[in-house]
């Protein structure tokens, strides 16, 4: 069966350093990939995609992740932590059973120290 | 602000009872997803609605159920609630059938507490 896996409930980062979230998923076919992000009290918004085009992939509020087939990874990424970053982070991958059914990831609660 | 919204935005019911929950799609969204969002958990795929008919399911019970209405609103019932039941309740709408997984706006949910 088709999987996320998110390492690390939580990530805790200073203000202005390197963000890094980690997503693996498992997919016997090359996969559709998504980070969404969750603000307190919101629904999910898509920070950015991979649809089999080019492996790093550039999403919105300076967001990045890449496309690693070899790893089976598709980790997040952010040079310079801002506060307005705090959220919880999903990964997904579409489901190979129908392309409008997404697999999640447990999510990574993003918090950033002063 | 995605333009899907959610009704109502918390609610809490007693097990047995029987719930409905309602999403406002953006107009010309022709497909709505609704999933359940559990404590410390990612989304839920509980099932997908196209242009009225259910088009796909996740692995919910028929207690769970829903419709969906020409004036993009969208409803999803669920019957004899459970404790275990109490969840975020998302929904999603997609401006088309192809592709619709990269193309889904969500609402901000309904928190639903079962006592």
């Known amino acids: 069966a088709q999987s996320v896996t998110q390492l690390g409930s939580h990530v805790s980062v200073s203000e202005g350093a390197l963000v890094l979230l980690r997503c693996n998923y498992s997919?016997?076919?090359?996969?559709?990939l998504f980070w969404y992000v969750q603000y307190p009290n919101q629904g999910l918004q898509l920070l950015l995609k991979?649809?089999?085009?080019a492996t790093l992939v550039k999403g919105i509020n300076g967001f990045e992740a890449e496309f690693k087939k070899s790893e089976t990874s598709f980790h997040l990424t952010k040079p310079s932590a801002h506060m307005s970053d705090a959220a919880e982070y999903f990964c997904?991958?579409?489901?190979?059973?129908?392309?409008?059914?997404?697999?999640w990831g447990a999510g990574t609660k993003l918090i950033i120290k002063p | 602000e995605t333009g899907v919204t959610q009704s109502p935005t918390h609610l809490i019911k007693t097990r047995g009872q029987q719930v409905t929950l309602r999403c406002s799609s953006q107009?010309?969204?022709?497909?709505v997803s609704w999933y359940q969002q559990a404590l410390g958990q990612g989304p839920q795929f509980i099932f997908q609605?196209?242009?009225?008919?259910?088009?796909g399911r996740g692995n919910f019970p028929p207690r769970f159920s829903g419709l969906q209405f020409p004036n993009y609103s969208s409803e999803l019932n669920v019957n004899a609630l459970e404790l275990d039941d109490s969840a975020l309740y998302l929904c999603?709408?997609?401006?088309?059938?192809?592709?619709?997984?990269?193309?889904?706006?969500f609402g901000p949910g309904t928190r639903l507490l079962v006592l």
């Open positions: 997904a991958v579409n489901s190979m059973d129908s392309n409008y059914q997404l697999i």
């Open positions: 609605y196209y242009r009225e008919e259910e088009n």
């Open positions: 997919s016997s076919v090359p996969p559709y």
């Open positions: 107009s010309g969204h022709n497909t």
């Open positions: 999603a709408s997609s401006p088309d059938r192809e592709g619709t997984v990269e193309t889904q706006y």
């Open positions: 991979y649809t089999s085009a």
